[in-house]
């Protein structure tokens, strides 16, 4: 129930802009004087606008708005956070409450703290949506990946990073509350901070707030595990600190009394990193070594290696854990002297020694932490170490030591210009190009779903489907229960794909329509052919084999686009003529053109009118060198002069022996002889269709086929129609080029 006093005072920020510029009203300040006005004003007069808005009010965790609001405020201030980020944390939670948010933000406080309060709150509230669909992802794959693309979205959101800022010191501090109050904290919120907040503080630079998170995460997820190691520290953190710095206190007064500048920082580990140690390497707790460490920075190199001799004069050292990256550099360039001593209780302290400029290039070089020990040589997903997310991170520095607001700084403040963060309508994140539209987002999804893609909702606002995508938006897809793409979204000048992983599936959808259509004309030939031969009880998978296709889809394919010849079908599918005796001859196919006086174009010397028969045996064809053999009562058999049947039957029956010549209107006609050729080679996968498509090329018509392999060998026989013996052999050397082919002969 909100009470009068707010509601009057919500009655007044909510009213209409002309009301504001009419009313003057107490807290109306021009943008102009806003920008001039000196970081604690601002950040009061913020404090003093949300007060009456959010006092009273609790978040979901059930902190106080106002309480959380000037913690996080705090801790922007302890890190060098300006006024303006500080006065942000206070008017994100206000901004809830206004109708209209920006104007009214802007006309109290500026543009440009406007614009920052309104991309904070829309984050807070993308962000609490995306936690509950990363508590749905299915299995690991895509939980990692759902978190991967929350933490790039923290990064891609805004236009500056101190929305960033804002949300780490707003996550610190909803860990801490929940710490000091022990009021029981989601275990997905302390997931997100262990997995995506604390690696992005630590990615920034932002130690404290790194070490701080993982702790207080750790702590509620592992409870048990956590009181194991507190219990196996057997010292608070603050005892660790007092050791370490008077640890730091005596071999920094040790560098003094020998001339050696230097200074000393302890680095305490904490418990997260010390579990994260023994798990990575599989080491027992006393196998830690860098529970307590020291750092040592000195100005020269030569200083770094006095420093080192002076700590192992005064402590033991461990040999085995020296390591020398100032004479051997890691591979990304870092440098510093490692080594672990034993102080005089005999505990391991591990001692980092490096120069000054070492110690910036490994805070913020290309061996920054993250670079090296997270992300491995590759780089953070997929970023080289040495790209310009470096420049990109010096930026957010230089963001916190400058004491003034960035916002008009150029756009290139941002991370992640090319990529966008969008939301499913179950609020999974989504990664896309810069420019997206809604089918790009659709096949982002499915392909399917781009496919049958037909209007897209932004916000629950219908809008079309060309329209750019923005980081933040929820998606929501209409589609048809059939159907595909359309032709126009291939049209780069109508805007509806930016991804090229888009685009080419919808070209993949249309292929397959076209290979679709051919692959049915295809079956239509062959199933017409099937029925002319009257055979259409062959299974075509088996024809499709036979012929040496993969499936008969294959054979359809190349049939459809008149690559293959339905002769070359037909010569599988008529069975051969069965064998027969040398004397039993077949009369010759008519000629097309005859010559009066003669049989078949075949002149016998010396006789008319007499019937004359082509050897089967042999098939001549003109202009084969024939000879004529008289058989009983059924004329002269006609056979090639180097056929062996004929020497044999010459040899017994020499008086049945009779000149016989092919006449000129025999060669010249386009009659047609069947001759007989054999094939041989290595078997293997379409071979025969090859064969078969070298005399479909060359117009020769195969009338007969008989195959079979053995042992990886393959042995074939054709029937083929000639009008030309001289043509067979030219054609026979095309056969002996297919690759398998060793011989190619006629029979």
Same mark, same amino acid.
């Given at each position: ?11 007044? &920020? ?95 406080? %500026? ?151 230097? *200074? ?15 798990? %990575? ?8 070594? /860098? ?41 990304? %360039? ?5 080594? &672990?001593?034993? /102080?005089?209780?005999?505990? =391991? ?113 219908? &809008? ?81 084999? *036979? ?34 005796? =040398? ?13 009066? %006086?003669? $049989? ?12 004359? *028969? ?91 086929? $008989? ?41």
């Amino acid at each position: 129930m909100v009470s009068r006093q707010k509601q009057q005072i919500l009655d007044v &920020v909510n009213a209409p802009a002309s009301d504001l510029d009419q009313a003057g009203g107490e807290g109306a300040v021009p943008a102009a004087e806003s920008d001039d006005m000196a970081a604690d004003e601002i950040l009061q007069k913020a404090r003093a606008f949300a007060s009456p808005l959010i006092d009273g009010e609790t978040l979901h965790s059930g902190e106080s708005k106002m309480a959380h609001a000037e913690a996080a405020a705090a801790i922007l201030g302890d890190i060098g956070g300006s006024g303006v980020m500080q006065a942000a944390c206070f008017l994100i939670y206000a901004s809830e409450y206004l109708n209209h948010p920006h104007e009214v933000i802007a006309k109290s406080f %500026g543009e440009g703290l406007a614009s920052l309060t309104v991309e904070t709150a829309k984050l807070v509230k993308v962000q609490r949506l995306s936690r509950a669909a990363q508590a749905d992802a299915e299995g690991i794959e895509a939980s990692r990946q759902q978190t991967e693309n929350v933490r790039k979205m923290l990064l891609a959101f805004s236009k500056d990073l101190r929305v960033v800022m804002l949300r780490l010191a707003s996550r610190l501090q909803t860990l801490r509350f929940h710490a000091s109050s022990q009021v029981v904290i989601s275990p997905k919120v302390a997931r997100e901070s262990l997995q995506v907040f604390a690696p992005l503080a630590n990615r920034l630079g932002i130690w404290q707030f790194k070490w701080e998170m993982e702790d207080l995460a750790f702590r509620f997820l592992e409870p048990d595990t956590y009181r194991e190691v507190a219990r196996m520290l057997d010292e608070k953190r603050e005892k660790r600190e007092v050791d370490v710095a008077r640890l730091r206190d005596s071999v920094a007064a040790s560098l003094a009394s020998q001339g050696i500048p230097a *200074q000393v920082q302890g680095r305490p580990k904490h418990i997260y990193s010390i579990v994260r140690k023994m798990r %990575g390497k599989n080491l027992a707790f006393g196998q830690v070594f /860098d529970i307590r460490a020291l750092r040592v920075v000195v100005p020269e190199v030569a200083q770094c290696y006095a420093a080192l001799a002076l700590i192992h004069s005064l402590h033991s050292p461990i040999a085995e854990e020296f390591d020398d990256y100032i004479a051997r550099p890691k591979a990304n %360039g870092y440098q510093s002297l490692h080594t &672990v001593v034993r /102080d005089a209780q005999g505990q =391991p302290v591990e001692i980092q020694i490096r120069t000054q400029a070492m110690h910036d290039f490994a805070e913020s070089g290309t061996a920054a932490h993250w670079a090296y020990k997270e992300a491995g040589t590759k780089g953070y997903a997929g970023v080289s170490a040495t790209s310009a997310y470096d420049s990109k991170i010096a930026v957010l520095r230089q963001l916190l030591a400058w004491e003034r607001d960035l916002s008009g700084a150029p756009q290139n403040s941002g991370l992640f210009e090319d990529r966008i963060y969008v939301l499913t309508p179950d609020a999974a994140v989504v990664e896309l190009t810069q420019g997206a539209t809604p089918v790009d987002f659709a096949y982002s999804i499915h392909t399917n779903l781009g496919h049958r893609c037909r209007g897209a909702k932004i916000n629950g606002v219908m &809008v079309p489907l060309n329209t750019a995508l923005q980081n933040g938006q929820t998606v929501e897809i209409t589609v048809a229960k059939e159907g595909g793409p359309s032709r126009d979204w291939l049209n780069p000048g109508l805007g509806y794909l930016a991804s090229p992983r888009a685009r080419s599936k919808v070209r993949a959808w249309f292929n397959a329509q076209i290979a679709h259509e051919t692959i049915t004309r295809g079956r239509e030939a062959v199933e017409k052919l099937l029925q002319r031969e009257g055979r259409t009880a062959v299974k075509l998978e088996e024809l499709a084999s *036979q012929l040496g296709f993969k499936s008969a889809d294959a054979l359809f394919e190349v049939v459809g686009k008149d690559e293959y010849s339905l002769h070359s079908i037909e010569a599988v599918l008529r069975p051969p003529a069965p064998a027969v005796e =040398p004397d039993e001859q077949a009369l010759i196919r008519k000629p097309r053109s005859s010559e009066a %006086g003669n $049989q078949g174009g075949i002149l016998v010397v010396g006789l008319d009118s007499l019937l004359t *028969q082509l050897a089967r045996c042999c098939k001549p064809a003109p202009p084969d060198q024939i000879g004529g053999f008289v058989t009983r009562g059924k004329g002269v058999s006609v056979h090639r002069t180097d056929c062996s049947n004929f020497r044999e039957m010459a040899v017994r029956n020499a008086e049945r022996v009779i000149p016989v010549t092919w006449s000129s209107a025999a060669q010249a006609s386009e009659s047609v002889y069947p001759v007989d050729v054999t094939i041989g080679g290595t078997d293997r996968q379409g071979l025969l269709r090859d064969v078969l498509e070298v005399f479909a090329k060359e117009k020769l018509n195969v009338t007969g086929v $008989q195959t079979q392999s053995v042992k990886g060998a393959a042995l074939m026989s054709f029937t083929v129609e000639i009008n030309d013996s001289g043509k067979l052999s030219r054609v026979l050397d095309l056969v002996k080029a297919v690759e398998g082919v060793r011989t190619a002969k006629r029979r």
